[in-house]
């Protein structure tokens, strides 16, 4: 499948098999870890095999059963740390998708405590990603209608209609689905309108908008 294609079939998977990641799938997934962390200047690191993260009953949203494999993002904290671990971090999550795998985006229901044993000192951990062979592939969730993210002073083109539908797909905190889509010509603008890891879902958001709407379309205001 192309990315656009992963674009619909992802969906959270919280549930997994034991299954390993191994073969050509993990070469293709350590491949493009590899290819986020040389253009971004993240940590982010592919744990396998390691139960203890998830390994506890942690009552609430988002229960989780048998993740041993998940991704840390971190990195030195910046301005922009958040909302570049989301771009890049659904960049990966896509391939993984494209790869036949599952997963699920993680923030607050993971020991931090053993995640912090494979991250640099100093450095942010901003969120993890569950990742695996799901028990099942996940299924859609409610979504705003576009004419709920989208403020419009003109008639949309085509690009920029599916750059939002593409939005719209993508995995934020408790489907809070709180952002908002500027268009002036060609160019493009996209806000947080608040919320916990609000900047975290605006990377994940603009990232499903360059796929759908083709980055050669518009240009980042």
């Known amino acids: 499948m192309d990315t656009k294609e992963a674009v619909k079939l992802r969906h959270s998977v919280r549930k997994y098999t034991d299954k390993p990641i191994k073969g050509e ?3 293709h997934l350590s491949d493009e870890i590899k290819s986020c962390v040389h253009e971004s200047g993240l940590s982010i690191r592919l744990i396998k095999d390691e139960p203890k993260a998830f390994g506890s009953f942690i009552p609430g949203y ?3 059963k048998n993740v041993k494999n998940y991704i840390i993002l971190s990195g030195p904290k910046t301005d ?4 570049k671990a989301g771009w890049y971090g659904e960049r990966i999550v896509l391939k993984a998708t494209q ?3 599952d997963t699920c985006w993680v923030g607050l229901t993971f020991k931090k405590s053993v995640a912090k044993n494979y991250v640099k000192d100093g450095n942010k951990i ?3 990603i569950a990742v695996g062979y799901g028990e099942n592939h996940g299924v859609p969730h409610k979504s705003k209608t576009p004419d709920k ?5 003109e008639k949309p083109p085509k690009w920029f209609k599916e750059g939002i539908n593409a939005a719209l797909l993508a995995p934020t905190a408790v489907n809070q689905q709180r952002f ?3 268009l002036n010509g060609n160019n493009v603008r996209a806000v947080s309108t608040g919320g916990f890891f609000s900047k975290v879902d605006l990377g994940i958001v603009k990232y499903h908008f360059e796929v759908g709407a083709g ?3 518009f240009n980042w205001q």
């Open 80 to 83: 922009d740390l958040d909302e």
């Open 25 to 27: 799938t993990l070469k």
């Open 99 to 101: 790869l036949g795998l």
């Open 149 to 153: 993210v989208c403020v419009l002073n």
């Open 62 to 64: 988002g229960i989780f």
């Open 215 to 217: 980055k050669e379309n």
């Open 126 to 128: 901003i969120c993890v």
């Open 180 to 182: 908002k889509f500027f």
